[in-house]
């Protein structure tokens, strides 16, 4: 089993503790190189309204497993400090614990070593009660541990995209990392798969802690469909630009165009004007555009204002998980490869890109599957999904920055349709 897998249920008890302490240590350490490359002062900037300092986010990561796991299962266990259960609790929980989003900036203390101390404290303390809670307890621990590997995937992501952010907005725009790019790619021309359509089905079968809103699997009637070889490139994007995409009403969604005149948009989200060509702000500072890249930092409503300027149109989510079902989940994801998406290689069976580099946008809501059921018992509230089923759509594959083991062919993320702060892309389809 790879230690990123979920032990299935019926996995014997000594096995279980060992994948979940393999998989907590490496989730958890994954955060700890996140924030390897930041400074004291880097760690406390938040530039987004709904972001999070990244000193928060390790703060808060670290309060989950307190919170959720060892207070309920560890009667022996003494909080770290037990005002941290409220100052790192989760903005909106609804279990009572209340953080206004507006002063988590304003946590100079404790400070960021004593932050690290509190991770270390909790991290030893989890693995203590793997190794000794009793068989009848440990399936309930497990659940929770689960969900909290789920968490911590989540906050690695807004942790990445929310220091992106706080960098683009220092004016001197510094990297996070020294760039590893030898240069820019070549552009490859869109091709496309088709797919006869028919009945197919979609969904987890079978239920995953935190993944309630990927199931109950079901059946759906497609179209004959073709979709994209690769996501929209750079190079494409600059042509709607270019060719006034973004002061021609038409092509826009109501909303959209109301967002897009409120907002000023007139490009993707990153890109500037300076010295007579566009660059892109990226994780390793400012760029020249590169064509062959992947465009990202844009919201629904550009994918969509995109997709009719170029006479196609923004998959649905199932069509996206019918083809995506058998491929294997690879790609240019958080721990495989580089923090920026790449041009593709076009190697092996197209579509190519399906996992990694940007989420792809889908014409879909984010809207509970056929026969869904909100868990009853929640034990750890926000880690599930049920409550955000309103004004979201469904983004799918996983991004640059996305954990490799958060990416699967049922991941059902969801984002506001104005949103442009993660690494969204856009993936073309057509009726076949
Ligand atoms: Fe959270």
């Not at 750890?380 to 955000?388: D, I, K, L, W």
């Amino acid at each position: 089993m790879p230690d990123s897998a979920i032990a299935p249920v019926g996995t014997p008890p000594e096995a279980l503790r060992q994948s979940l302490a393999t998989r907590f240590r490496k989730a958890r350490g994954r955060t700890a190189e996140l924030v390897a490359p930041l400074g004291a002062e880097d760690l406390m900037v938040r530039s987004l309204p709904e972001g999070a300092p990244a000193k928060w986010h390790l703060a808060h990561s670290t309060w989950f497993f307190e919170s959720r796991v060892l207070i309920p299962c560890d009667p022996t266990y003494r909080p770290f400090d037990p005002a941290f259960l409220d100052l790192f609790a989760a903005v909106d929980d609804r279990f009572g614990h209340h953080m206004p989003a507006p002063t988590q900036h304003l946590l100079s203390r404790p400070t960021a070593a004593e932050v690290m101390r509190y991770r270390d404290h909790v991290n030893g303390a989890v693995l203590h009660l793997l190794d000794r809670i009793d068989e009848g307890r440990l399936e309930d621990a497990a659940t929770r541990i689960e969900l909290g590997l789920v968490h911590e995937r989540r906050h690695q992501e807004r942790l990445i995209t929310d220091v992106k952010h706080a960098f683009w907005s220092n004016p001197l725009r510094p990297a996070y990392e020294p760039d590893p790019r030898p240069g820019p790619g070549t552009p490859s021309p869109q091709s496309w798969t088709a797919h006869p359509g028919g009945v197919v089905e979609i969904g987890r079968a079978e239920p995953v802690p935190g993944a309630d809103h990927e199931g109950p699997r079901h059946r759906v009637m497609l179209p004959p469909f073709r979709l994209a070889n690769r996501p929209v490139n750079c190079g494409e994007y600059l042509a709607f630009i270019e060719d006034r995409g973004y002061t021609t009403p038409s092509l826009w969604l109501g909303d959209g165009w109301e967002v897009a005149r409120a907002e000023g948009w007139q490009a993707p989200l990153y890109w500037e004007w300076r010295d007579g060509g566009w660059q892109v702000f990226t994780l390793y500072g400012m760029r020249p555009l590169d064509p062959a890249e992947p465009v990202c930092h844009v919201s629904w409503y550009e994918a969509d204002a995109f997709a009719r300027w170029a006479g196609k149109r923004v998959p649905a989510e199932s069509e996206w998980e019918a083809v995506a079902a058998d491929r294997d989940a690879f790609g240019n994801l958080l721990g495989n490869g580089n923090r920026h998406p790449q041009a593709g290689g076009c190697q092996g069976e197209p579509p190519w890109q399906l996992f990694g580099d940007v989420w792809e946008w889908t014409r879909s809501p984010f809207l509970p599957y056929p026969g869904y059921r909100a868990p009853e018992s929640e034990p750890v509230g926000e880690a599930t999904a049920g409550r955000f089923m309103a004004n979201r759509m469904v983004v799918r594959g996983g991004s640059c920055v996305t954990p490799f083991d958060y990416a699967t062919a049922f991941t059902r993320h969801f984002l506001r349709p104005a949103a442009r702060t993660a690494v969204t892309g856009i993936r073309l389809a057509e009726d076949g």
